[in-house]
């Protein structure tokens, strides 16, 4: 048995004992044969940031081979506006990599992930998953590295209030049972998501918890490993798509909205990612941040205005995005401040053994400390589609490693201290701020546009599409408009409330 597989949930890579890279379409086909499977899905992700989906029928094995072979066509018009109605035709083609048994379907059922293709055959260059692929191999053609990504994926479940064992209003945090009431959801969720491939690190419940008009509002986050950046943006989709149907089946309301409500935490999309190298994490030298890493930060703080539009696409991101919320609003990082918009986390970085201080039985281990060090974006949410901010990311990170100035740019946008305290007020004033509306991010990916379409990276028809549909939300003054009007303020919270 191969060790590297040997507890995957995934059923149908532990039927074929292969790593989901190594499946083929005869793996497939066998495992379709021999395990009752009826029916195929492909998923794919379209401009609303949902997945969608395409039933088949087996019919016979000569059709179950054909479709996973040639794929189908589908209208592109009806899934990106980009696509003009008199020239819609595209393709959908699976990734066997992406294969998992459906867990929600009455009919024995496979589901996999499809990329879109033109007329001609090529990958459809506008397609945000295919953009996403573009700047992972322009990265590594600059670099000679891997960009490795991972979300943290943050929700609310809302449901009736029983009454019992209340909740410490907005005091949430790592909480458990009796007095977080979803634990169990969260859990079944991250089982599910693990057996569809997803690559999960921990779940727990978050600072959002509380009570309006009987009905409870707990807010969970379900966090990712890191992994290859298009992986990362896959399990993401696979976990919305999951979490949302489970609510569902059960009952629940789900929202993975910015903003809740007013004086509540709102949902943020982290993002952390780190570089690879032969398989060695570079983010760190010798027990502190590398150069590497230093790089790839001044990157994506001189281009992270921009990266909102991709991050950032309703006008309830830019309420969350608002000083004193543990949101950032200003242009910095730091070593393990929440008040920065790109964050260092600890990384295990240090020489002491702490599993044989917790437990005495224990041989102090004398091995190198784990390679975990990553870096955290703290802008996004989930209104973002994913492969369009991961890719953001990345075209911005390889930026940084172009850039002569790179070590002095992060050395002159690093913060030790929380920039909103008053003491501060000269420091913060100095740095730029983040945009505060859909009109702002873009204005601001407007004037840098050409860094993104750079290596042919995104699509001008992409980047078009992304500003057209921003500046249409036409809420440049809406904060200010709604700041004291909190009718208006939830409003506007309910009319995205299920945004991405």
Not at 31 to 44: D, H, L, P
Not at 124 to 138: D, G, Q
Not at 196 to 211: D, L, S
Not at 365 to 384: G, N, Y
Request: net charge negative; charged share 25%.
């Amino acid at each position: 048995m191969n060790t590297n597989i040997s507890l995957c949930p995934n059923l149908v890579v532990q039927f074929l004992q292969k790593e989901p890279a190594q499946i083929t379409k005869a793996d497939i086909i066998r495992y379709v044969k021999e395990n009752g499977i009826r029916m195929v899905n492909f998923m794919y992700p379209a401009d609303d940031n949902r997945l969608k989906t395409l039933n088949f029928v087996i019919n016979s094995e000569e059709y179950l081979d054909s479709i996973l072979t040639y794929g189908e066509r589908v209208d592109g018009s009806s899934l990106f506006p980009f696509i003009e109605a008199g020239n819609s035709d595209l393709y959908v083609i699976p990734r066997f990599s992406t294969v998992f048994v459906d867990p929600f379907a009455q009919v024995p059922t496979i589901t996999l992930l499809a990329s879109f293709f033109d007329k001609e055959g090529n990958p459809l260059k506008a397609s945000p998953e295919y953009t996403l692929t573009k700047a992972c191999e322009e990265f590594r053609n600059v670099t000679g590295m891997e960009f490795y990504a991972m979300g943290e994926l943050e929700y609310y479940v809302i449901a009736p209030d029983s009454g019992l064992f209340p909740a410490s209003d907005q005091k949430g945090y790592h909480e458990s049972s009796p007095y977080a009431k979803f634990n169990d959801f969260r859990v079944e969720c991250m089982n599910l998501i693990a057996q569809a491939g997803g690559q999960i690190k921990y779940g727990h419940n978050e600072v959002g918890n509380f009570t309006i008009d009987n009905k409870i509002f707990e807010q969970n986050e379900i966090e990712f490993l890191p992994i290859p950046a298009r992986q990362a943006a896959d399990n993401l989709m696979i976990a919305k798509w999951i979490i949302r149907s489970l609510a569902m089946r059960k009952g629940y309301d789900v929202t993975f909205a910015p903003k809740i409500t007013a004086g509540k935490a709102g949902s943020g999309l982290h993002i952390h990612f780190k570089i690879m190298k032969d398989g060695q994490n570079m983010m760190s030298e010798n027990g502190v941040l590398s150069d590497v890493a230093k790089k790839a930060i001044a990157g994506i703080l001189t281009y992270a205005p921009a990266i909102t539009a991709m991050g950032n696409k309703v006008p309830t991101s830019y309420f969350r995005l608002v000083p004193h919320q543990e949101a950032p609003t200003s242009v910095c990082w730091g070593d393990r401040n929440r008040s920065v918009l790109v964050r260092v986390p600890l990384g295990w970085t240090g020489d002491k053994d702490m599993c044989s201080q917790a437990n005495p039985l224990e041989t102090p281990d004398t091995a190198s400390a784990p390679q975990k060090q990553t870096v955290e974006l703290r802008s996004a949410d989930c209104s973002a589609d994913v492969y369009q901010l991961i890719a953001a990311m990345v075209v911005a990170a390889r930026k940084g490693f172009e850039m002569e100035d790179a070590l002095e740019r992060a050395k002159d946008m690093y913060v030790s201290v929380n920039i909103h305290n008053d003491e501060n007020k000269e420091k913060l004033e100095a740095l730029r701020s983040l945009p505060d509306s859909c009109v702002a991010s873009a204005d601001e990916l407007e004037k840098v546009r050409s860094v993104f379409e750079e290596r042919e990276v995104f699509s001008p028809r992409l980047i078009d599409g992304i500003i057209k549909k921003l500046r249409a939300f036409n809420d440049a003054d809406l904060r200010r408009q709604v700041m004291d009007n909190h009718k208006a303020m939830l409003d506007l919270v309910h009319k995205y409330w299920h945004c991405g």
